[in-house]
């Protein structure tokens, strides 16, 4: 199967040739997809050399003047080296852009710990009015970007895209905006977001809890979780590919009104270093379909285990 | 009459006509004072001399994509800019006393947002020259290839490494429609090495170092032309702790 990062450069490229307000601007990385579409488009192909500051501010340069660009880097590179670019130069100047991140928090484990970034979303959770979309899929990935960038969306719309080698076997109809509905019990709610999504299925075979799936977490789509809780109680298990408990908050915030428990599992915050594989990685942090079982067993207890 | 009245951007009308001897009393509005030191003008004769002679800029042209660039990035002390921006008709003379208040746009850094005819807002140093190169790359991208891009700069600001990743890449890029102010009133503890100028040159920028009180030198400085490469005016003053 093709990466997510494998279809990046063609699918933007295609929308460089589609929309001539599109702008492409990186920092090394990536720039050989883009080569055939930089010899078309010369002016709106940039590559401003490993200059992560200028990387952002120069894409929000081009938004002032009206262009939708799209940033590309490493999300280490992106989203936490010049974190004040993107709060300053695209938030605080109140202009848009498409950051599409690479890597992940663990997409390279050998690369070791310079080149993780579990904190991305987090910290896009301090500032006002990103969209976050966490592709779980190639094809999810494609629609994505396609929604991000591409005609009919707001100009002005700050969009993150988490790409990430990690995914599921199939793609999902997804939509930029609303959780999904992947199977449906009453002992609990669980939110596999991206490319958990099919280690949660593993975990919860034969539990019986609802199993929704999240591709854009931000906004978090509340409605939909408490639609959720409605049937399957709001007992609620987050499984998310980046820091745990990034998104306790918003669905807290979802169901203020309402007594529930929320469980935020994901990426820990402790820094393992250590190198090796994907697998090594999703397993140390207890995202391994096994661990996820128990985590989740153990904090539903009875309701979900009873079995359908 | 000023070179932008005789280029017709002048707003027509609407507000009384303002010279370069008023800007000491609008700057009065906001300081309390009609004396101002050094620190607070040291931008003052630049800006006059860019918003008098040489941008192609007006309150009418808010929204004209043809219209100049000007982003000013050293947002510390802003007095100067507000009272040009109000001689010039973008602001109210009207909004001037209320500086820094809860209720009024004039901001001790200015904020794009809230005052027409800034381009940017500012404060945090160092983020005006990579948005100055993405605004040349943007409207080279669009065909615009008459507006000129002009940045604001001071001589300590040049400390933050996010000026030198925009040095080095808009020379070689050839933005050819970037130009840089740097004020020097040797504010920085640490002088460039080799000097303001010498580190544009290297990388392929076209510079001259001018009396930045002197309006002519001004004036033939921001207008020399620089075929291929972007363009660097180092504007000197008095330095800051004289």
């Known amino acids: 199967m093709d990466t997510m990062r494998d279809r990046f450069a063609p699918v933007v490229s295609r929308l460089l040739d589609e929309d001539p307000r599109v702008a492409v601007v990186l920092a090394e990385i990536g720039k050989d997809g883009f080569e055939d579409a930089r010899h078309r488009h010369p002016d709106r192909v940039i590559n401003v050399g490993i200059r992560e500051q200028l990387l952002v501010g120069a894409g929000a340069g081009l938004a002032l003047t009206g262009m939708r660009p799209v940033v590309h880097t490493f999300a280490s590179f992106l989203v936490e080296r010049p974190f004040e670019q993107v709060k300053l130069d695209l938030g605080h100047q109140d202009v848009g852009a498409v950051l599409v991140s690479a890597a992940a928090s663990f997409d390279w484990p050998a690369g070791g710990f310079t080149h993780m970034a579990p904190g991305d979303v987090a910290l896009l959770d301090t500032l006002d009015g990103w969209t976050v979309h966490v592709p779980g899929h190639p094809d999810e990935a494609e629609t994505l970007l396609r929604h991000a960038v591409g005609p009919g969306g707001n100009k002005a719309d700050k969009v993150y895209v988490r790409l990430s080698v990690q995914a599921n076997e199939r793609g999902l109809p997804v939509d930029g905006a609303r959780f999904l509905t992947v199977r449906e019990g009453r002992g609990g709610v669980v939110v596999a977001v991206g490319p958990l999504l099919d280690a949660v299925l593993a975990a919860t075979e034969g539990l019986d809890v609802t199993v929704l799936y999240a591709t854009t977490v931000r906004p978090f789509d509340a409605a939909a979780l408490r639609r959720a809780t409605e049937a399957a109680g709001a007992e609620v298990v987050l499984v998310e590919p980046y820091l745990a408990g990034t998104s306790t908050a918003a669905a807290n915030d979802a169901l203020a009104d309402v007594p529930h428990r929320v469980l935020g599992l994901g990426v820990g915050r402790r820094e393992l270093r250590r190198y090796g594989t994907v697998e090594e990685h999703v397993s140390a942090h207890g995202l391994d379909a096994g661990s996820l079982r128990e985590r989740i067993t153990g904090f539903l207890g009875a309701a979900a285990v009873h079995v359908r | ?242």
Do not use: C
């Open chain 2, 1 to 242: 009459m000023s070179i932008t009245a005789e280029h017709g951007y002048t707003h027509a009308g609407t507000h009384e006509r303002y010279g370069y001897t008023d800007l000491s009393r609008l700057m009065g509005m906001m300081t309390g004072d009609e004396k101002h030191g050094p620190a607070a003008t040291s931008t003052l004769d630049v800006l006059w001399v860019l918003y008098d002679r040489v941008l192609r800029v007006g309150p009418e042209r808010a929204e004209d994509p043809e219209r100049d660039r000007f982003l000013l990035s050293k947002g510390h002390g802003p007095m100067a800019y507000y009272a040009v921006l109000a001689a010039k008709g973008f602001l109210p003379v009207e909004w001037l006393p209320e500086f820094g208040s809860y209720d009024s746009p004039l901001g001790h850094h200015p904020d794009r947002v809230l005052v027409p005819g800034a381009e940017i807002g500012s404060g945090s140093l160092g983020h005006g020259l990579p948005l100055a190169v993405g605004t040349a790359l943007g409207l080279r991208a669009q065909g615009l290839h008459a507006p000129s891009v002009w940045v604001l700069i001071g001589d300590a600001e040049l400390d933050e490494g996010s000026n030198h990743e925009a040095i080095a890449y808009a020379g070689p890029a050839g933005l050819d429609r970037l130009h840089t102010v740097v004020v020097d009133n040797a504010s920085a503890s640490h002088a460039l090495p080799g000097g303001i100028a010498a580190r544009f040159e290297a990388a392929g920028w076209s510079a001259e170092t001018v009396d930045g009180r002197d309006h002519e030198a001004l004036y033939a400085a921001f207008t020399a032309p620089h075929p291929g490469r972007p363009r660097v005016v180092v504007a000197r003053v008095e330095p800051k702790n004289a």
